[in-house]
Each structure stands twice: as structure tokens, then as C-alpha cells.
């Protein structure tokens, strides 16, 4: 499915979006826009090269062993119905991975943070190892790490710029949360980004 174009001049100056930047836990249940989906996911993975493939955020060795799946609730998305949807930043476009409404399973899978189900859209990403470790060895999983860092910080940043708000979670069952999103094996789950309006 094609996603809107990335609108490369917003509203808010970078210095105001990082000033005023905070991770937020309670969310309304506003629904959030395509165009606001769409911008989110090429902040975080979006080709910002013309013709070329250099991505939004920055990679050892370019070799980006990032994924970023999103867990979009029923009504919450414009255009979109419920399901997890698996961004492919070459043509900046989603696949959907799986049906249904899984934001409550994947609270329940993070150690039952059931504010974050609250949330109209969970950005997991994830990381395939053996891309950036097949250059670096086992160095790779450090900067695999760092990437998933740049990503979740330009997910803010974006989400602030938007009029939206994000949290943050680092604690679930990798296992489960996993099989909830539909990823791809070997795709590893290390952050879950919960986005949508201030409760």
C-alpha cells in the first residue's frame, strides 16, 4: 500500500521540536491522518536520497538492519484498517502482516503497560543482525543498537513537529511481541514507540 509523499518543510524549527520533546504514557483517541503516518515512517526509515537509497537515519556501513512494523488499531489510522503493517522504505510503501486490532495483546505482552493500548498506532522496530554483523562482526549488534537509537529519536522529534506525542517501551517478552507484530525471522524486536494524540 503507497503512502503519501514526505513533506521535506514543516511548521516547527528543529530547536522547538527537541525543547519540547517529552515521552508521554496516556493518549486520546483521536485518530492521526495518513499524511501523519506516512511522515512518521520516512523520518524513521525513509529513502532521503534522490536515486540514490541513504536513509533517514544514519547506519553503520549503510548496511541498515532496521525494520519498522506498525500495530494500528481499528479507526485509527485514515484509510487504514486495523492490522500490523511492515514499512518498505525503497518504495516507501506498507505490506500488511497480519489482521486485527492487536494493541491490547502487545500491552499485555510489555509487562501489561495497558497505556500504551491507549495509543492509535505501536511502532516496533526491530533489527536482523547478520546485515551489519556480516561486515563488522560482533560489533555490528553495537551499532545495530545505535541505529535503533537514531531511529526512535527521529520518531519523536517527527511526532512533535505533527502535533502527536510518543512513549516509549523497552520492557515486553521479545518472544511474544514478535509473533503479536508478525515480523520477519530473524527481525528481533527492541523497541516499541506508542504514538497518537495527549490524553
Not at 71 to 77: P, S, T
Not at 92 to 98: E, I
Request: hydrophobic letters at 40%; one cysteine or more; proline letters at 5%.
Amino acid at each position: 500500500m503507497g503512502l503519501n509523499p514526505p513533506v521535506q518543510d514543516g511548521n516547527m524549527s528543529l530547536e522547538k521540536a527537541i525543547k519540547q520533546r517529552r515521552t508521554v504514557r496516556s493518549f486520546g483517541n483521536k485518530p492521526i491522518s495518513k499524511q501523519q503516518f506516512s511522515q512518521i515512517l520516512w523520518s524513521a526509515q525513509g529513502i532521503t536520497e534522490d536515486r540514490g537509497f541513504k536513509r533517514a537515519s544514519p547506519s553503520g556501513g549503510a548496511l541498515y538492519p532496521a525494520d519498522v512494523y506498525a500495530v494500528v488499531g481499528k479507526n485509527c489510522i485514515e484509510d487504514f484498517f486495523a492490522g500490523v503493517y511492515h514499512y518498505q522504505p525503497k518504495h516507501h510503501s506498507v505490506t500488511k502482516v497480519a489482521e486485527g486490532d492487536w494493541r491490547r495483546d502487545l500491552a499485555i505482552a510489555s509487562l501489561s503497560q495497558m497505556w500504551m493500548a491507549r495509543a492509535p498506532v505501536l511502532f516496533v522496530v526491530t533489527a536482523e543482525y547478520h546485515r551489519i554483523t556480516c561486515k563488522y562482526g560482533d560489533r555490528g549488534i553495537r551499532y545495530a543498537l545505535m541505529e535503533i537509537g537514531h531511529i526512535s529519536q527521529n520518531i519523536f522529534l517527527q511526532c512533535q513537529t505533527l502535533g502527536l506525542t510518543a512513549g516509549i517501551v523497552g520492557a515486553f517478552n521479545d518472544g511474544e511481541v514478535a509473533r503479536l507484530a508478525g515480523v520477519h525471522k530473524n527481525h528481533e524486536p527492541l523497541i516499541i514507540l506508542p504514538v497518537g494524540y495527549r490524553g
